[in-house]
């Protein structure tokens, strides 16, 4: 039977459960256990399909097509072990099935409540990927701060979890925030005192304790926390700023947290966390010998967690090339003019996938200024769109040629809904998501880059590439050499005439990891570097 790690949070949002809870699991499948993490989101949506990303930051799509919270995407990258539908779950699907199993009469007679039937639903979720899979450890991050109103079913559900299962099989650690305040010089341990207490309110005592601060710690401050939060001294675990979020494994191991973990759970293990590759990766991503400059152009400048896996990719390939990538936020509004001035000192442009009509213009201009300047470009998802729209317009000379998205009534759709989408109404979970394969033509750069010619990739979008248009476009030059197999879907678009012009119609950013960077990341990188050496 797999033992479970609880992540809970406390006193404010966005302290870094997620990277805590990847970088324990790093830490665990390096001493040879076998470890998957999930994620419980309080939010009533059913997932973050429809969120606007302003909301709640990247949507992350795995293999099977589920549109999750992005920290899966921190999971994966961390851990590089798929996830999968089961791996996130939302208040709103946990009352989705609760009030679907009410209409069938499964509690026919029963008067239907948060205690025990959502609460139930709860723990069976918490609970599920035992059954899938042969698990020994299983991380549990708790989305939401502890206080919250929409946190208590969960708090609950695993109160009693911890009252269901031997004493060792569950454990809780608890994140919160030690504040510094300038004014005193010192720092402060009363919010953490009272996150505790909120716990205890619902009957949860931590186990271990995860502070996080911006100071160290001292064994005096520990002390206390320890005295009025009823845990040992050591098991209250700095969790201190770092440089990086690769760093977070390597500061965890230092404050001995996998070993605490382990003996808490029973679970004698002698193997040491090498940590090996993660090191070099590191080595690579402070010491860097080159650095570029990356336009990536979209319409969530504002939050970059909207671009999270896009930003981790950047890292994950400069490293590979000993590069740092200096990733420059481009607002795509901005773009409508003064263009050239404004990525005049960049040697790599990306344009972002989106939605919607903001911004078109300017991501327009963007991959004009890359294809006519032979800066290295690269579109991801709307980005290979907006380039297909950009040759039609300005190479093919079809004038007001676009996307139905944007004008359903363009003389020239060259880049039309895809025909299982037309009669759709929800827009929930029915885009086209998840894997999907590729067949590159061999001759390709892209085919090169990859080092074959059979590649599977995540999706997420409704519109494609117009084959009525693809005889015109391949006689001036921008190639389909990447297609669907089965759907004779463009996947991939080159152009022949530049350095590196890239368009791809899925998401590589969702499968580059720490210990494999994405092909196509790596070589747009190497591009942007000589690039650069050339000026």
């Known amino acids: 039977m797999a033992k479970y790690i609880f992540v809970t949070g406390g006193v404010t949002s966005s302290l870094g459960k997620g990277i805590i809870a990847a970088s ?247 193997v040491e966390a090498k940590l090996t590759t993660w090191k070099e990766h590191l080595k690579k991503l402070k010491n860097p010998k080159h650095t570029v400059n990356i336009a990536l152009v979209g319409k969530y400048i504002e939050l970059m967690d909207s671009y999270k896996s896009i930003i981790e990719s950047f890292i994950h390939a400069g490293a590979n090339n000993e590069t740092k990538v200096n990733v420059i936020p481009v607002k795509a509004e901005e773009l409508s003019k003064n263009t050239a001035e404004i990525l005049k000192n960049v040697t790599g442009i990306l344009v972002a996938p989106g939605f919607g009509e903001r911004g078109i213009e300017g991501k327009l201009n963007a991959v004009k200024y890359a294809r006519e300047n032979n800066i290295p470009f690269l579109g991801i998802c709307l980005g290979m769109q907006i380039a297909v729209i950009e040759f039609a317009r300005n190479v093919l000379n079809l004038e007001n040629a676009n996307s139905t998205e944007f004008d359903s009534k363009t003389p020239h ?41 059979e590649i599977q990739e995540r999706h997420r979008h409704r519109y494609e590439f117009n084959n009525k248009y693809i005889d015109q476009f391949e006689a001036k030059g921008l190639k389909a050499v990447g297609k669907n197999p089965v759907s004779n879907l463009v996947e991939v678009v080159e152009y022949k005439d530049h350095p590196f012009f890239i368009g791809v119609q899925f998401h590589p950013e969702y499968k580059s990891r720490v210990v494999k960077p994405h092909p196509l990341f790596i070589a747009f990188i190497k591009a942007a570097l000589e690039k650069q050496n050339n000026k």
């Open 24 to 270: 324990l699991g790093k830490l665990l499948l390096e001493r040879g256990l076998k470890v998957t993490i999930q994620k419980f989101d309080p939010y009533i949506n059913v997932d973050p399909g429809t969120l606007n990303p302003y909301e709640h930051g990247e949507c992350y799509v795995t293999d099977d097509g589920a549109e999750t919270d992005l920290d899966l995407g921190h999971y994966e990258r961390f851990l590089n072990i798929p996830t999968s539908q089961a791996n996130n779950v939302t208040t709103g699907r946990i009352y989705q099935t609760v009030i679907s199993k009410e209409r069938r009469g499964d509690y026919l007679g029963k008067t239907v409540q948060i205690v025990p039937h959502i609460t139930n639903e709860i723990k069976r979720r918490f609970r599920l990927l035992e059954y899938k899979g042969d698990y020994d450890i299983i991380i549990t991050e708790l989305g939401g701060t502890v206080g919250d109103i929409e946190s208590l079913p969960y708090l609950e559900a695993l109160r009693q979890l911890k009252r269901d299962l031997p004493k060792n099989d569950v454990l809780t650690i608890h994140l919160t925030l030690i504040p510094y305040l300038k004014t005193s010089q010192e720092l402060k341990t009363k919010p953490t005192q009272h996150s505790v207490k909120e716990l205890l309110h619902v009957g949860i005592q931590p186990d271990i304790l995860a502070c996080r601060t911006e100071r160290p710690i001292t064994d005096e401050i520990k002390e206390k926390l320890a005295l009025f939060c009823n845990v040992r001294k050591q098991d209250v675990i700095e969790a201190i700023d770092a440089e990086t979020i690769y760093d977070v494994p390597l500061l965890l191991q230092k404050e001995n947290l996998d070993d605490i973990v382990l003996e808490k759970l029973d679970m004698p293990n002698k």
């Open 413 to 453: 759709p060259v880049i039309d809904l895809m025909q299982e989408q037309v009669n759709l109404i929800n827009k929930g979970g029915t885009m086209r998501l998840g894997a999907y394969k590729c067949t590159l033509d061999k001759n390709s750069k892209t085919a090169k880059y990859y080092g074959t010619t």
